[in-house]
């Protein structure tokens, strides 16, 4: 029976960048054993995994922006969404029955912040795996406000970075890991992201047990705003109106925008922290990732 390994993609601890390298590996994955399955609903999460939990726990998904862009009003509208990428799933464990599936979703994070919840995908997991194994990438949060607020800003956010850091309901990195390695004791590994994006491409490749040598490492993606950048967008955001309100003609449009402004101001200086704005993140946030990150590291799988 085949095997799991669940990449749980936090929210910028470079997800993106490892879905496209797995993405690219394909075949050298497959020809050690590993498979990888393209998401049928995005360019590069299998964000199916997560409202596969969502639907088995009888909750519709938290993200407002993908329920009105998949229609999603009802646990039957969740579960058609998903209906064709399992159908897919259950031919490709027929056709690798001793294969490890590499899964990757930043939704699995985003969405299942509930025992419940993250239990509900873990069943239905452990129905299709004889092993179901987790990864966690967590990263310092001051590095992770400054990347989730110029992904807000992408996504629409009109406000500055000030309000966002007080009131922005964003995962606690810390607590997460904790969570996930208290709930499935023994099958988690949480990492700290590294900071250089070949380093974390070779860890991944080591715990999924897949030699480096040959492959094809991406170029960066979903790189964050630059503070010139955040200024137009967030001008831009303002006339363009709310992300979950824009038509497709209009989320073309604003795409386009957002190319525009970055061929202009894109060089400009990086997004930075105020020391005011450290001290309230240290505030709403005490426990230390890296500490943690340490810690769990110990208790956690070490590799396939």
């Not at 490709?92 to 509900?120: D, K, N």
């Amino acid at each position: 029976m085949a095997r799991a390994i669940v990449h749980v993609g936090l929210p910028k601890t470079g997800t993106t960048s490892i879905q496209v390298f797995l993405k690219l590996n394909r075949a050298a994955l497959e020809a050690q054993g590993l498979i990888y399955m393209p998401p049928r609903l995005s360019l590069h999460s299998q964000i199916e995994y997560a409202f596969i939990g969502c639907s088995e726990a009888g909750a519709l998904v938290p993200d407002h922006i993908e329920k009105a862009v998949r229609k999603i009003e009802t646990l039957e509208d969740q579960r058609a969404v998903t209906s064709k990428f399992e159908e897919r799933l259950a031919e490709e464990l027929a056709a690798h029955p001793e294969a490890t599936f590499v899964i990757s979703c930043e939704q699995i994070g985003a969405y299942l912040r509930t025992p419940e919840l993250r239990g509900a995908l873990d069943r239905w997991l452990r129905a299709r795996f004889s092993q179901v194994q987790y990864l966690l990438y967590i990263r310092p949060m001051e590095e992770f406000f400054l990347s989730i607020y110029s992904e807000a800003v992408k996504r629409g956010h009109t406000g500055d970075l000030d309000s966002f850091i007080a009131t922005a309901n964003e995962l606690p990195m810390a607590k997460t890991a904790r969570d996930w390695s208290a709930q499935f004791p023994g099958r988690v590994a949480v990492r700290l992201k590294p900071a250089n994006g070949a380093e974390i491409f070779a860890e991944f490749a080591g715990l999924v047990g897949l030699p480096m040598e040959g492959l094809v490492l991406p170029k960066p993606h979903n790189t964050a705003l630059s503070r010139w950048e955040a200024a137009w967008m967030r001008k831009a955001n303002r006339i363009l109106g709310p992300a979950d309100r824009r038509g497709r003609g209009t989320r073309y449009f604003a795409h386009q925008v957002r190319r525009a402004i970055r061929l202009l101001v894109g060089r400009g200086p990086k997004l930075a922290l105020s020391p005011c704005e450290r001290a309230l993140i240290n505030m709403r946030f005490p426990v230390s990732v890296e500490k943690t990150a340490t810690e769990l590291r110990e208790r956690g799988w070490t590799g396939r």
